[in-house]
């Protein structure tokens, strides 16, 4: 059986960045794990890449059908945004996956799959790096949501302390 490599932190740790280095370093083999979410795209995200864009009705038809393996919902300045990871975007019996999630989700991927086939990373970073990383990438975006990037920083450091 596969594994699957959660990488956990704040937002702008740079999860991502990691994940999309060894995947493209390809040196074990490892699968993006993609995740699914309600929330809106944002300026260059592609459907499939970044994430699964769903909308509620379509969560709420996999959360029914026993397909969502973990699944959180962040009460934004823009409403409910829901980001979740279905079983069928994964395959442990012929792959290994690297991702990123909370320490919630953590614990739901280890009631799901077993401590033995999960490993997790905490990144840790500075917060005035990350709060500059956030808003770099906030500035790009056509319409800014600098509220929730608050939100989410302040969340976020209450959650990582």
């Known amino acids: ?11 702008s740790s740079g999860k991502d960045t990691i994940k999309r280095r060894l995947i493209k370093e390809n040196k074990f083999a490892l699968k993006e794990m993609i995740m699914s979410t309600t929330r809106p ?13 769903k909308t509620v009705d379509e969560m709420l038809e996999l959360e029914k ?27 442990l019996d012929n792959y290994n996956y690297v991702g990123s999630n909370t320490l919630e989700g953590l614990d739901q991927f280890v009631k799901f799959y077993g401590m033995e086939n999960i490993i997790s990373l905490l990144i840790k970073v ?22 929730e990037l608050c939100r989410r920083f302040l969340a976020d450091s209450i959650d990582f302390s």
Do not use: C
Request: no cysteine.
């Open 41 to 53: 795209m944002r300026t260059g995200e592609v459907e499939g890449r970044e994430y699964y864009f």
């Open 126 to 147: 500075d917060d005035g790096i990350r709060l500059q990383r956030a808003l770099d990438r906030e500035k790009k975006e056509e319409n800014p949501k600098y509220q």
């Open 65 to 91: 059908n026993g397909k969502i393996i973990e699944k959180r919902t962040y009460e934004t300045a823009y409403g409910p945004w829901h980001y979740f990871t279905t079983s069928s975007s994964i395959d």
């Open 1 to 11: 059986m596969g594994k699957v490599i959660l990488f956990m932190g704040p937002s």
